[in-house]
Every structure is written in C-alpha cells, then in structure tokens.
C-alpha cells in the first residue's frame, strides 16, 4: 500500500478600497483559500492494482464582483440614455447618505468601490475517485468510477452603492456528478494498438436566485 498526501493554503490581501465611511474591516477582493488531497495506491499483485482519490478544497471572498468601470450616458446609436445608474442614485431621496460626505458610489476606478453591506462568498469542492486496472488475456481491463461535488455561493452588495438598496445578491449554483468508465485496451505490443470502452456520467446544477433587499 502507498499513500500521497498534498494540500495548498492561498491566501492575499485584497486590493479594492471601499470608500464606505462607516467600515474599516480592510481592502476587498482577498484570496482565502485552502484544500487537500489524498491518494491511495493498492498493488495486491502484477496484475492487479487499484488507486483511490479524495480531494477537497474551500475558498472564501468578500467580493464576487468587479469595481464599476463606465456608466454611459448614450446607447451604442447615439440615442440618449434618459435614465442612468448615476441619475438614479443622484434622487433626493439619497441625500442623508451624500450630505455627510459619504460618496454614494465609485465608477471608473478598478481599484476602488463604495458598498455599504460586506458580505463573504464562498465556493466549495470535493471529490471522490477510484481506479482498477487487471491484466489478463493479453489485454488491461479498466473501471473508473467517481464524484463530484462543488457549491458556488455568492453574498455580495448587489446595488454597487452605500445606499441601501441590494444588501444580498446572487445566483446560488450547487453541481453533482457521477461517472462510470469501463475500458479494455491491448497490452501485448504488437503491430496495432486498440482500445475500445464506454462511459456514462449524469449531472444535476440547482440554482438557487436570492435576493435581499433593503429600505431604500
């Protein structure tokens, strides 16, 4: 029996200022991430060995989206845009979050945003695989069965402004699989090579929408 193990811990500091005047938990746009794996390898005979793999990896953010880079007063044909982002925003009924010197957003600056609600999103992955290999009759026959499972799921200030519009927002994504391989291929060398086999896999993704949203 021979074993593996590996693992790796990302993290970094994030690099969007949030120009909420109200927080001071850090710049946004941090990695934090870690995983492992585990392999087993079982070799009862020549011809005979199975490996078994299992990983799983999290990670975690607190910002899914990018900064707002334009926010265009005219269509593509010239035809303006008589209602805006900006103009939105620029009602009187924002004017307790301006009148303080809080900006109410941020367009233009990939490095900066204005959010009112940090929020952690996070994304998760595991598996699960197992391979058998038998040598006979001049021919390798292989099984491969496996699953997999990964969550992505994103909490972020959906409006893109300190006011209180959007707190939560965000497309839930949940995926499972399963797939089962069975392969002959030749072994003894010879003057062709061949291998022949067939696979199934089924899939299911559930999407969850969620939204939060707030008094303004």
Partial sequence: LAY???GFIDKRDGYVQNLDIHRSEGE????????GRLQFLLTPSDVLSARLIVDKSSSKQTMSVQPLIADPTHFDDGTLRTTTFSSRLGRDWFNNITSNGQPITVIGD???MANNDRRTSRGDASGVSAE???DA??????SVSAWRDALFEPNHDGDGSTADIER????TVKNEQWSQEFRISSKEPGPIDYQAGIFAMRTIADTFNQRLFGND
């Fill in 4 to 6: 593996r193990a590996s």
């Fill in 28 to 35: 946004l746009g941090e990695t934090d991430a870690m995983g």
């Fill in 110 to 112: 990939p490095r900066k």
């Fill in 132 to 134: 058998i290999n038998y």
């Fill in 137 to 142: 009759l001049g021919h390798r026959f292989t």
């Fill in 168 to 171: 939560i927002a965000g497309w």
